[in-house]
């Protein structure tokens, strides 16, 4: 249970940051002034070789409100685990060991979780990349409530905040029933979709107290296997948790991983995933979806027509299926060269299905086989007294993708003795898993 005087429990976890640690402490002693009463600090040394332990040591014997742990996990997730974990705030908020607040800010806040109590206070985080010109002062919370669906949206689209818990006033309850993972990096990410679906009460605030210090040799600027692997399982959690209605907006996280992440992930099954996702940014729903950036319509059109030479093989399949339509209406006697004009489709649609060089699925590709189908109709009304017959047929594989075929079978008088077998689509549906 939360003691009854401590409303907000203060998280730092420090690892080799005795270069910045010490301005980072004031700042903090200055951002709650004479409001310190109403918190605890909470110091843990991760396996730092530094001065890191001595300035964090004499900090907590100089101020009652604040207890420090060494640790020796070189692991943030667990570190913040084991933080929480020997904490007592109602409210929670994580402090990276090289940022800074703005002096004043936390007394206001404090007051705020106190009176209204919501589940989640949201505030926006200003990224400082010099910080002689950055704004220090602070203007007081500017706060909105916002509905659960209208957080998701902003989230995704990193409108206001992403997925940090620096900076952000959790209820306790709401950290305790999302456990953090062991993670190095993006622990934060894998549960903060999961806080935002449970929170009742959600606060969001424009006006930022916290200037996020972005430095070349920061975690999330030093990308490596375990890091991307973290972000994929991340992703794909995320993708789980909020569904159909946010999908979209999903997706261009996807494509920000095929993008700048995919150099990074070896895993077959993660490329396979992460292919299949990259196609879905193709559908015109995608493009036409108002919540989706035009940045990221953008970017899912240069990687579609990135793949030239798959492009290219299924536009001559969808030409060369459409000229054999045409032949089969127009004449009765030119069947050798619909023949070679539907085989020719198929082979190339093979071939595009067999390198992954894919159009986008729920557009061309149903076109095609549309096309298939009125063929096979046209062709039994067509050839129905010349002995002649038509099929379609549907085929699961091992890649749990359907596989529709029209295939066009007859025997002509004019060549009684030659079968022509004409397929005309050859070419997958959507994963079906």
Known sequence: MPLQNVILSIIIAAHNSDEYLQDTLQSLLAALGADIGRCEIILVNDASSDGTASILRAFAQSTPQAHYYAVEFTNLGKVR????????????TMFDSDDLLKSGSLGEILTFLAQKKPSLLLTKLQEVRDLGTADKTWKGLKTKTLLADEAITRFLIHKDFQAHLIGQFIH????????????????????????????????????????????????????????????????????????????????CHWLDIQLKRKKWITDREQLNTLQEKVQET????FFINPSVRFSYKKKAAVSLYRDK?????????FLLAILSVVFTLISTSIQRELFYFSGYAALLGLFAERKNLKWPKKDLSYAIMLIGVVKIIWTLILYRHEHTYALGFIQLNSGKKLIFGGALIFISPSFPTIWQVSITVNTCCPDLR
Request: glycine content about 4%; some cysteine; hydrophobic content about 35%.
């Open 81 to 92: 685990s084991f933080a929480l974990a020997h904490s007592q705030g109602e409210y929670v």
């Open 172 to 251: 306790r309850d709401l950290l305790l029933s999302s456990p953090m993972p062991d993670f190095t990096c993006y622990e934060d990410f894998y549960i903060f979709p999961e806080i935002l679906t449970k929170a009742t009460t959600i606060v969001f605030s424009s006006e930022s107290h916290y200037l996020y210090i972005k430095r070349p040799d920061s975690l999330s600027n030093s990308p490596s296997e375990k890091k991307i692997h973290n972000l994929f399982v991340c992703t794909e959690k995320m993708d789980a948790l909020f569904g159909k209605k946010f999908h979209d907006l999903v997706l």
């Open 282 to 285: 193709r559908r015109i729903r």
């Open 309 to 317: 030479i798959g492009q290219g093989l299924y536009l001559a399949s």
